[in-house]
């Protein structure tokens, strides 16, 4: 079996050797709790929940390596909760023979793309247009049969795509010589213009996500060998989102002037200028522990606007799924955000109070729904789309989530989402129902990214 199986296999008797330690410390401290009331050592916590992060993404990624390799009858996400289940997935792999899903292996290069930030600009345009042009090939490679696979997945396996190029400039550790790296930035400024390889080339862009399909190995394409462009056509930029910098009025922290001042005064602009009412917005979560006798009321439907169809373009695939994503900001507020687009900031100290989503347009038999882990009250119950779920107003921060789908049409379909979390960074990418995020740590969630794709 291949280097990717043989890596999940050592990490999987690293979790192993670890298990009688960490199992012996639980038991003792589960002892003493009982009996005297003493507090779980916090090294313990901590050991505790790196031990779950490492577990989730083994899971994750011995889910995506069986569907590279086609492994029929690997069971869902929800049914994987222990490493004798990992393994069982590792040993169906191994019995598959290797039978590469093309599709997926493609897909791996458009979602590393896809992961990309610049480290300075948010919002840099030609990696924004570059990015467009990127979902629309993947959409189309989705919604293809390997009879029919666009020009762009054969250059994409055999590492002879620019977007192949493109990445070895940013891989950590790739070892590139001097000649050789001249001619793949010419190359990649050629295929994606210059500004974006000049970019790429001194070190600003990085992956802001764990994408946990299997990498290829990256083949530069020849001196001689024209360089191929993506096929998709071009589609209409991306929405305006809100700066993920914002300046709050009264606030004591220093802030640096950026490229957006101007929609930062425009937000501040719309701040209320009357004093806000004492009563906060919150959902009331069946599970809170707080006294019943706070004052709560629900908060008011989210007002969606209306989003128009994205077509891909391509005769007879259909509609790309849109997404509405409303968050609620610590003061800042509500804020509208599209599928693929980060919601929230990112390390401003601003915790997410609340979210809702919707599907737009709407797609007959398929639904959503989700759930939030909310300070000092848990998990609060699923609701439907379309709802709040959270506490808008209150002071209280989300700390992880959990989505998916519903309906006739959910097993043709899959949702996927990644969370930012305060002095962790960009978590995994999660999906259908695992849950993202830290219960119980005091980190707050500052800002999500959901896309539904279809399967």
């Given amino acids: 079996m291949n280097a990717d199986h043989q890596q999940l296999q050592q990490q999987l008797n690293h979790l192993k050797q670890r298990l009688p330690g960490l199992s012996s410390r639980l038991s003792q401290a589960a002892v003493e709790l009982k009996e005297a009331g003493v507090p779980v050592d916090e090294r313990l916590s901590e050991q505790l929940i790196a031990y779950r992060q490492e577990f989730a993404g083994l899971k994750s990624r011995a889910i995506e390596l069986a569907k590279t390799y086609s492994v029929p009858g690997v069971v869902a996400p929800t049914q994987i909760s222990s490493l004798h289940d990992i393994q069982g997935v590792l040993q169906a792999i191994a019995r598959s023979g290797g039978e590469v899903n093309e599709s997926q292996k493609a897909l791996y290069y458009i979602d590393r793309f896809l ?97 946990t399909a299997p990498a290829p190995t990256v083949t530069a394409p020849a ?114 955000f599209h599928e693929h687009e980060f919601a929230g900031t990112r390390g401003k100290a601003l915790r997410l109070e609340a979210f809702a989503l919707e599907i737009k347009p709407p797609i007959p038999g398929l639904g959503i729904r989700y759930l939030a882990h909310i300070q000092g009250s848990g998990d609060t119950p699923w609701v439907t789309e379309g709802e709040w779920v959270g506490a808008r107003g209150s002071g209280l921060r989300i700390e992880g989530l959990a989505i ?37 740590s005091g980190m707050r969630v500052e800002g999500i990214e959901i896309h539904i794709d279809r399967n």
């Fill in 115 to 211: 992961s990309l930030t610049h480290r300075e600009q948010p919002h840099f345009a030609p990696l924004e247009e570059a990015k467009v042009k990127a979902r629309e090939l993947r959409h189309i490679i989705l919604n293809s049969s390997p009879s029919n696979f666009p020009p762009d997945v054969p250059a994409l396996l055999s590492g002879q795509h620019p977007c192949c190029a493109f990445l070895s400039l940013i891989e950590p550790g790739a070892n590139i010589a001097d000649d050789e790296w001249e001619r793949v930035v010419d190359l990649c400024g050629r295929a994606f213009g210059k500004p974006l390889a000049l970019a790429a080339s001194r070190g600003k862009l990085q992956f802001s996500g764990t994408v």
């Fill in 223 to 336: 001196p001689t060998a024209p360089a191929p462009t993506v096929t998709a056509p071009t589609a209409p930029p991306p929405p305006r989102r809100s700066p993920e910098m914002v300046v709050i009025a009264g606030s004591d922290e220093s802030v640096e002037p950026t490229d957006t001042e101007a929609e930062v005064e425009r937000l501040l602009s719309q701040q209320p200028s009357s004093p806000p009412s004492n009563l906060p917005d919150v959902i009331i979560l069946p599970s809170s522990d707080e006294s019943p006798s706070r004052s709560q009321i629900a908060p008011p439907a989210p007002n969606f606007a209306p989003t128009p169809a994205k077509m891909s373009g391509l005769s007879g695939v259909g509609i790309e799924v849109g997404l509405n994503v409303l968050v609620h900001i610590e003061r800042v507020g509500d804020h509208q």
């Fill in 404 to 440: 998916e789908l519903m309906g006739p049409e959910a097993p043709n379909y899959s949702v996927y989402y990644k969370a930012h979390i305060e002095r962790v960074g960009d978590t995994q990418e999660f999906s259908n129902g695992q849950f993202c995020g830290r219960r119980g």
